[in-house]
């Protein structure tokens, strides 16, 4: 009798082992807000779906109400993998996050924008007017174009829309005179809406969002992920899933990923070098 049971405890023991050897640890991913909720869910599910399949790893997509809300949950670290350009600030190095890929594509610039048939021509017939920006934690489409305009002491209303398409919304229905902008979410919401643009001013270009991992991620699991992400637009099933996205959002050009590294963002480092404490 004391055998039977000795061997029945080693047999369970040994089920609920393998039990939690089959269940993967499940990792939150949370990219920027840049479309608004329902694109942003319907564009990022199912890559990361293909993603979790092909590593191994399984994600879960984390999206807040706003960018801002979604970079919080970065921030208060109940996030583990991130599709993002908030984290290369000197307080948010410290964080330890690191590079493994980006979107192949173009570089991206900041914008201030209005609509084509606006009567403002140039920067300057901003003064006094509102300027709409999707949030406070974009570099590219609030930080970089609002301290242009603190460069040039032109004073504005700022408001916060949440997301780039909150902020176009908002400015073609005549509630802000401008909007600050990522160049590659006005050719995309230009296609998706049929809109036209005048831009008022443009930066130097930045390299499009990166892939990142926390420092709590097991190495091994970062490079199962990062080789699924980097080798998906080569795979017949991830081209497919690669290719609706693209088509979802009118990006111009088919959609990927490529290798990064930190070196790849110095282009953010050096504007917070030189930003207004303000901005930094």
């Not at 570089?107 to 924008?113: D, K, M, T």
């Not at 916060?160 to 902008?181: K, S």
């Not at 443009?202 to 390299?207: D, E, G, H, L």
């Not at 080569?234 to 899933?241: A, K, L, N, T, V």
Request: glycine share 6%; charged share 20%; with cysteine.
């Amino acid at each position: 009798m004391h055998s039977f049971a000795k061997a029945s405890f080693v047999l369970v023991a040994c089920t609920l082992a393998a039990g939690v050897r089959a269940e993967p640890h499940t990792y939150n991913f949370s990219p920027v807000n840049q479309y608004n909720l329902k694109v942003s869910a319907s564009f990022w599910n199912p890559i990361i779906g293909y993603v979790s399949a092909r590593s191994g790893v399984r994600l879960n997509l984390k999206l807040g109400r706003t960018s801002a809300d979604t970079t919080s949950y970065v921030l208060a670290r109940e996030v583990d993998f991130a599709f993002t350009n908030h984290l290369f600030s000197p307080d948010r190095e410290k964080m330890g996050w690191t590079v493994f890929g980006r979107r192949d594509a173009p570089p991206v610039r900041a914008q201030i924008v209005v609509p084509a048939d606006s009567p403002v021509k140039t920067l300057d017939g901003l003064a006094g007017g509102t300027v709409v920006f999707p949030g406070p934690e974009a570099l590219v489409a609030y930080k970089a174009p609002y301290a242009e305009l603190l460069r040039r002491n032109i004073a504005v209303d700022v408001v916060f829309a949440g997301n780039m398409d909150a902020a176009f919304t908002q400015l073609f229905a005549g509630r802000a005179r401008a909007a600050g902008a990522n160049s590659q979410l006005v050719q995309n919401y230009s296609g998706r809406e049929d809109k036209a643009f005048r831009v008022l001013w443009s930066s130097a270009p930045y390299n499009d969002l990166a892939l990142m991992a926390s420092p709590r991620v097991p190495a091994a699991d970062v490079r199962a992920v990062a080789k699924a992400f980097l080798g998906m637009h080569q795979d017949p099933e991830g081209r497919r899933i690669l290719d609706a996205a693209g088509e979802l959002v009118h990006a111009p050009q088919p959609l990927g990923f490529v290798p990064a590294s930190d070196a790849d963002y110095d282009s953010y480092r050096a504007f917070y070098a030189g930003a207004p404490i303000r901005l930094r």
